[in-house]
């Protein structure tokens, strides 16, 4: 996967800038080795979430990675030290690879990303000294380790946005290479400085010293036409793909379609076009400055050459039009960010799955080999008791045959030793004596080797025959009685083989590649608590002290009924009367109540129940007493209150039906109205986020939910399931 490189950078961060500037630090997930999220709030935007790679990238995503269970300890500290600073500022450093984000809390922090070499993420103090690095580095004269003065990589090569003239001169003749590799070497790379030879005409493999000046000031126009952009921040965001055969073209250039550049049919007419381009003057009217390098490239790019073949394979981002591109499909974006997400996080995801996979092919690999070991086993046991069966038949079938050799020999042994013995029947078995043909070999202990109809019988010669039979016929009885254990244990193991791969499909299920996250426009009254009582009435509470404001001020009516829990922290709660006539029932009081209780504090602290108490509207004020403050929030009661008192902490969660299907939470008896698909959530041990994916799994099987859908409507603390009843 290609890195950023430093134009790459220019664009993200003049957008991240823009983007997070007054924004404030919420969370940090470290999801790979490499990689953090950052997860801030965007005033008037909201939740955004930025994924830094160290070595790799830098962009805001919508495919947020499953976060570990246990967070390690770099993200923690992220957390202890920024969570609700707030953002000053994004810059890259002097036009390298190095990007960093100015913080304040009650003091200033850095958050510096370097994207070069293996990369790193490293946070320092106001003295710009290292708190935590996510790497510890001794290398090129930096050390990169905590409490230790943070100092940037030696600048090399040239800031192509403040280059002049003067400075390519010097850049190439003071250069031992030729001007690819020169201007390569000097921070541009190597696509960018293809591109600047494929504008300027100059032969790339020219000696740098060698050039003339006016190759120089060819390079140095077309340095300064295509990075042009930078300068105006007027990027062309863009994800290119080399033509696949067989896909047709289409002349569209908005956001999320697909542009291809068509190229010249000669060499010349590419020339020519970038000739103009170097003979134009920089001096250009308001109108004219707002021509960019995509206008020589439409001009470029004019005519269909029908006899190239269609390229296939290559893919890139980037945040200008380059003519290299010119034949590529291009997919346009409103901002680099956007781009990179979609060019990163797809590649990112193909990564995450396909380590799972090896890791669960290793793990059950261990027991397939283990049974094909088994198996093997058995085979060879089979194949024993059937080749010694027939070997102990042919000892006896060839007795006597077998019976004159061995006299043969105990007759010699009574003068012989066994290897004189050998010697002769080798001897004999040559001049072609009839009893030593079957002889193959004999060892010095007497044991012979004989063949009989093509078998190679062992026989020792100090046994009889049956003796020696015997020995077979035990050998294969042995085996037969091991075939048993091995065909239990190869029944256990196949049981094993089974287990795992069904584990690991489950376990590839569950492994979250990215899925991107689209922000839902919900309706009012998801933005807070709500759920519709058993009697069909809307009930509403609020999130935080914010949107407890905005229930009473705007939401609370003549006619409606205030709860909240006798605690403090806890929402305050409306039942919605409606237009309907009569007084609000019991039943959505009580169900109110409900909600009132479970949302509050209460839950976060296990309570098992909890007081709540309502009253009328007109008993709800802003406005204190002389002396008195009331918090953001937070309201004043006046008269008697009606108490509800030991309301149980449960919540039922499930898909109803109301304006569209949407999640819905709240008292059970209310959710079991409108759906028969709902868990029931109560106080307990479980992580907000582990009990939404198993609600999720539960209540969604069509998926029509998001995690994030889930741990909205759930009480601030963890939980665990209940026993549903009957309603």
């Known amino acids: 996967m290609k890195a950023m490189s430093n134009v ?22 470290q999801p790979t080795r490499d990689t953090v ?70 003091h200033r922090f850095t958050l510096v990303v370097e994207l070069f070499s293996q990369g790193n993420i490293i946070l320092l103090d106001e003295d710009n000294r290292i708190i935590l690095p996510l790497k510890h580095r001794h290398a090129q004269g930096r050390k990169i380790t905590s409490k230790e003065e943070y100092q940037y990589p030696e600048e090399r090569g040239i800031h192509i946005l403040n280059v002049e003239l003067e400075d390519l001169k ?66 062309q965001p863009q994800i290119v793909r080399e033509v696949i055969e067989g896909e047709e073209n289409e002349d569209e250039t908005s956001k999320g379609v697909t542009e291809p550049n068509q190229h010249e049919t000669t060499e010349s007419t590419q020339n ?59 997919e346009r974006f409103e901002t680099f960010n956007q781009a990179a997400d979609e060019f990163y996080s797809g590649k990112v995801g193909a990564d995450i799955k396909k380590v799972q996979e090896d890791i669960w092919a290793k793990e059950v690999g261990k027991y397939e080999k283990r049974l094909r070991i088994q198996e093997d ?53 040559k001049e072609g004596m009839v009893e030593a043909q079957i002889i193959e070999s004999m060892d010095k202990m007497g044991v012979l080797l004989l063949n009989l109809e093509g078998e190679r019988i062992t026989v020792d010669a100090n046994l009889e025959i049956p003796e020696n039979a015997e020995k077979y016929y035990n050998k294969g009885k042995k085996a037969k009685r091991k075939i048993k254990g091995v065909n239990i244990a190869i029944e256990r193991t196949k049981k094993d083989v089974e287990r795992k791969r069904n584990k690991r499909e489950m376990a590839l299920e569950r492994v979250q590649v990215p899925q991107k996250r689209v922000r839902k426009e919900l309706k009012w009254f998801e933005k807070l608590r709500w759920f519709l009582s058993s009697e069909g009435l809307l009930v509403i509470g609020g999130r935080d002290a914010g949107t407890n404001e905005l229930v009473v001020k705007r939401y609370l009516d003549n006619n409606d009924i205030y709860l909240h829990s006798d605690i403090h922290g806890a929402p305050s709660v409306v039942i919605k009367k ?17 909600l009132a209780a479970s949302f509050s504090s209460a839950w976060n602290k296990g309570y098992g129940s909890q007081d709540v108490y309502w009253v009328h509207p007109d008993q709800v004020s802003k406005t204190p007493q002389s002396g008195e403050f009331v918090a953001r929030g937070a309201f004043i009661i006046r008269g008697s209150r009606n108490y509800l008192r030991g309301i149980p902490l449960k919540i039922a969660v499930g898909i109803v039906d109301y304006e569209g299907e949407r999640i819905m939470a709240g008292p059970a008896e209310a959710v079991a109205k ?27 099987p069509e998926r029509i939910l998001t995690l994030e859908d889930v741990i909205r409507v759930l009480p601030s603390g963890k939980c665990d399931f209940e026993e549903k009843k009957r309603y």
């Open 8 to 29: 790459d950078l220019y664009a993200i961060s003049h957008e991240l800038d823009e983007l997070l500037k007054e924004a404030r630090v919420q969370k940090a997930y």
């Open 37 to 106: 999220i950052i997860r801030f709030h965007v005033p008037g935007k909201g939740r955004v979430d930025v994924a830094f790679q160290a070595g790799l990238r830098v962009h805001t995503t919508q495919y947020p990675p499953e976060n570990p269970k246990v967070p390690p300890s770099f993200p923690m500290l992220l957390r202890k030290h920024l969570k609700n600073a707030t953002v000053k500022g994004v810059r890259q450093h002097n036009f390298d690879r190095i990007l960093e984000i100015d913080i304040q809390k009650e």
């Open 170 to 235: 010097d850049l190439f003749a003071n250069s031992d290479s030729d001007l690819i590799r020169t201007l390569a070497r000097s921070g541009l790379g190597g696509m960018y400085s293809e591109e600047i030879f494929l504008r300027s005409g100059v032969d790339k493999k020219l000696p740098a010293h060698e050039v003339s000046e006016s190759d120089v000031e060819a390079i140095y126009q077309s340095m300064t036409k295509l990075f042009k952009p930078l300068k105006t921040f007027k990027f």
């Open 272 to 330: 020519k076009a970038t000739k103009t381009t170097q003979d134009e003057s920089t001096e250009t009217t308001p109108d004219e400055a707002k021509e960019t390098t995509q206008d020589k490239v439409t001009e470029i790019t004019q005519k269909k050459s029908p006899d190239k073949k269609p390229k296939k394979g290559k893919e890139d981002v980037l945040p200008l039009d380059i003519l290299t591109y010119q034949d590529f499909k291009k």
């Open 377 to 429: 086993t058995l085979k060879k046991f089979q194949k024993t008791i059937i080749e010694t069966k027939k070997k102990g038949n042919l000892l006896y079938a060839h007795y006597s045959e077998v019976q004159n050799l061995l006299d043969i020999i105990h007759q010699a042994r009574e003068k012989f030793s066994w290897m004189e013995i050998a010697s002769k029947l080798k001897k004999a078995r």
């Open 578 to 594: 409606g237009e309907g006539e009569g007084e609000i029932p019991e039943s959505t009081i009580q169900e109110a109540g409900t």
């Open 674 to 700: 409108y759906t028969d698909n709902y868990v029931v959530l109560k106080p307990g041990f479980t992580k907000k986020e582990e009990i939404a994916r198993a609600v999720l799994k539960k209540i969604d």
